[in-house]
């Protein structure tokens, strides 16, 4: 085998002139667009992150806002339940008070009609009080005399049946006849009463005096099982009796 | 065709310097990529067309290779191993063409690229690491392999040559035979292995001579 040193030479320069064609011609171009495509890219991720921080700040922004609105609303919210509490309450204390002084004014009217039923009331109390006392002292014996005047004619006015009763009362029982005054009588007062009353009650009546002051005006007979009033406490207990139905009507 | 791969094939003479087959055959080749290149790349575009696709294709699978195979940044060592590679498939695919034989056929063109290679390997130690520090490599493990250190760097360098030139020698030894013996239409299957042979071997001279760089330019940059 023989080796051709100047091919080899020639083939060395040759190959190292392959090496700058190839360089020159391809490499380096290639190497400037993939470097230039890689720099695309890279802006482009570049760009594409800072529209995504960008989109990113926006939505923190938005988020900020959407959280600072809600807050204000929420202000507005509770501001607006405060207000409308406030308003609430004012109406409310406004009509409690409306009512207070409607139910103040009711109960002034009231206890002023009351006081006026109640002088009303009064007056037509004095007023049949005075009828009362006007009509139990009416004709009513003020005096011991005018007293025994007045029992006498009772007794002569009562007929010879009821009179006898009264005597058959006084001796069947051997009882007494009580007589009750309003006040005390004298000894010549009593003379006079025992004596009218033995001529129409009998002799055999025995007679007892005694002071009740509770009969206000006037005098009692009390038979042991029988009772002649002729007092004015007893005509004012007949008045009231008298009146109580009508009242009650 | 010389009857005789294993003797120069001087078609012509400039002078003294005889000029063979070989040399002819890869001036022919560089006229192709010095006026493809520039008429494909002429326009290099963001958005490229078929042309430039296929080209970008070629040098960013050559330079994903190397990477994986130095460790480092392949732009530096593309220059040198990116178009062994080209050239070595090109030259020997020349064998398809009827009249053209590979040059890597004949000893002198694996040799001119062994010693540029050689030549290569150290310069690239020695601006990578220093001087001292890529020549102290030859005393490693031990003083005592200097010989067979500097040994080992001819012999793989020999080896690089005599791998490429035997295979496509000994393929054009084949066809030849196979022409002499069988006519013309005989030898097609035998062309179409051709082809993937000087691919396979423009492949590993490549990647034998990325890893003999990468051994010299040393550890993994950062």
């Given at each position: 085998?023989?080796i051709d040193?100047?091919t080899l030479a020639i083939q060395t320069?040759n190959f190292?002139?392959v090496?700058?064609?190839?360089?020159?011609?391809?490499?380096?171009?290639?190497?400037?667009?993939?470097?230039?495509?890689?720099?695309?890219?890279?802006?482009?991720?570049?760009?594409?992150?800072?529209?995504?921080?960008?989109?990113?700040?926006?939505?923190?922004?938005?988020?900020?806002?959407?959280?600072?609105?809600?807050?204000?609303?929420?202000?507005?919210?509770?501001?607006?339940?405060?207000?409308?509490?406030?308003?609430?309450?004012?109406?409310?204390?406004?009509?409690?008070?409306?009512?207070?002084?409607?139910?103040?004014?009711?109960?002034?009217?009231?206890?002023?009609?009351?006081?006026?039923?109640?002088?009303?009331?009064?007056?037509?109390?004095?007023?049949?009080?005075?009828?009362?006392?006007?009509?139990?002292?009416?004709?009513?014996?003020?005096?011991?005399?005018?007293?025994?005047?007045?029992?006498?004619?009772?007794?002569?006015?009562?007929?010879?049946?009821?009179?006898?009763?009264?005597?058959?009362?006084?001796?069947?029982?051997?009882?007494?006849?009580?007589?009750?005054?309003?006040?005390?009588?004298?000894?010549?007062?009593?003379?006079?009463?025992?004596?009218?009353?033995?001529?129409?009650?009998?002799?055999?009546?025995?007679?007892?005096?005694?002071?009740?002051?509770?009969?206000?005006?006037?005098?009692?007979?009390?038979?042991?099982?029988?009772?002649?009033?002729?007092?004015?406490?007893?005509?004012?207990?007949?008045?009231?009796?008298?009146?109580?139905?009508?009242?009650?009507? | 065709?010389?009857?005789?791969p294993?003797?120069p094939d001087?078609?012509?003479?400039?002078?003294?310097?005889?000029?063979g087959r070989a040399v002819v055959t890869t001036?022919?080749i560089?006229?192709?990529?010095?006026?493809?290149?520039?008429?494909?790349?002429?326009?290099?575009?963001?958005?490229?067309?078929?042309?430039?696709?296929?080209?970008?294709?070629?040098?960013?699978?050559?330079?994903?290779?190397?990477?994986?195979?130095?460790?480092?940044?392949?732009?530096?060592?593309?220059?040198?191993?990116?178009?062994l590679?080209?050239y070595l498939?090109?030259a020997n695919?020349a064998?398809?063409?009827?009249?053209?034989s590979p040059p890597t056929g004949h000893i002198e063109t694996p040799a001119a690229l062994a010693l540029v290679?050689?030549?290569?390997?150290?310069?690239?130690?020695?601006?990578?690491?220093?001087?001292?520090?890529?020549?102290?490599?030859?005393?490693?493990?031990?003083?005592?392999?200097?010989?067979?250190?500097?040994?080992?760097?001819?012999?793989?360098?020999?080896?690089?040559m005599?791998?490429l030139f035997?295979?496509m020698m000994?393929?054009?030894?084949?066809?030849?035979?196979?022409?002499?013996?069988?006519?013309?239409?005989?030898?097609?299957?035998?062309?179409?292995?051709?082809?993937?042979?000087?691919?396979?071997?423009?492949?590993?001279f490549?990647?034998?001579?990325?890893?003999?760089?990468?051994?010299?330019?040393?550890?993994?940059?950062?």
């Open positions: 085998m023989l040193w100047w320069v190292l002139v090496v700058w064609l190839l360089n020159r011609f391809l490499y380096k171009p290639v190497r400037r667009i993939i470097e230039e495509r890689e720099a695309a890219d890279v802006r482009a991720v570049s760009e594409a992150k800072k529209k995504a921080d960008d989109a990113e700040a926006a939505k923190a922004d938005y988020e900020q806002k959407a959280a600072e609105l809600a807050k204000s609303q929420r202000g507005l919210e509770a501001e607006l339940h405060a207000t409308m509490r406030k308003e609430r309450d004012t109406m409310l204390e406004d009509a409690r008070q409306e009512a207070d002084g409607i139910l103040a004014e009711a109960r002034e009217r009231t206890e002023r009609e009351r006081m006026e039923a109640l002088e009303g009331l009064k007056e037509g109390i004095a007023d049949l009080a005075g009828e009362m006392a006007r009509k139990a002292l009416s004709g009513h014996a003020s005096n011991g005399e005018a007293q025994l005047q007045q029992v006498l004619s009772h007794l002569d006015g009562l007929s010879d049946q009821s009179l006898s009763d009264l005597r058959s009362d006084l001796e069947d029982t051997a009882g007494a006849l009580e007589i009750v005054s309003a006040s005390e009588l004298g000894e010549a007062e009593r003379q006079r009463w025992q004596s009218a009353l033995e001529r129409r009650l009998g002799n055999g009546a025995r007679i007892v005096f005694s002071v009740d002051p509770s009969l206000i005006e006037g005098s009692e007979l009390h038979f042991p099982h029988a009772v002649l009033s002729f007092s004015v406490a007893d005509r004012l207990r007949q008045l009231s009796r008298e009146m109580k139905p009508a009242h009650d009507a | 065709m010389n009857a005789n294993l003797l001087t078609l012509f003479h400039l002078g003294p310097v005889p000029i001036w022919v560089m006229a192709a990529l010095a006026l493809f290149l520039p008429w494909a790349l002429r326009n290099p575009s963001m958005k490229p067309g078929a042309v430039q696709a296929v080209l970008e294709i070629v040098v960013t699978t050559i330079a994903r290779q190397l990477r994986e195979i130095l460790g480092r940044d392949p732009w530096p060592f593309m220059p040198l191993l990116g178009s590679f080209i498939c090109l695919l064998a398809v063409f009827p009249g053209a290679v050689f030549l290569s390997v150290h310069v690239f130690g020695i601006s990578s690491r220093g001087a001292r520090r890529y020549l102290r490599h030859y005393l490693e493990p031990s003083p005592l392999l200097l010989p067979l250190n500097v040994l080992s760097e001819l012999t793989r360098t020999f080896s690089l005599i791998r035997g295979n000994s393929h054009e030894f084949v066809i030849a035979i196979l022409v002499f013996l069988a006519g013309f239409l005989l030898p097609v299957p035998f062309l179409l292995l051709g082809i993937m042979i000087g691919i396979i071997q423009a492949y590993i490549t990647v034998l001579s990325a890893v003999y760089i990468a051994a010299a330019v040393g550890a993994v940059e950062a």
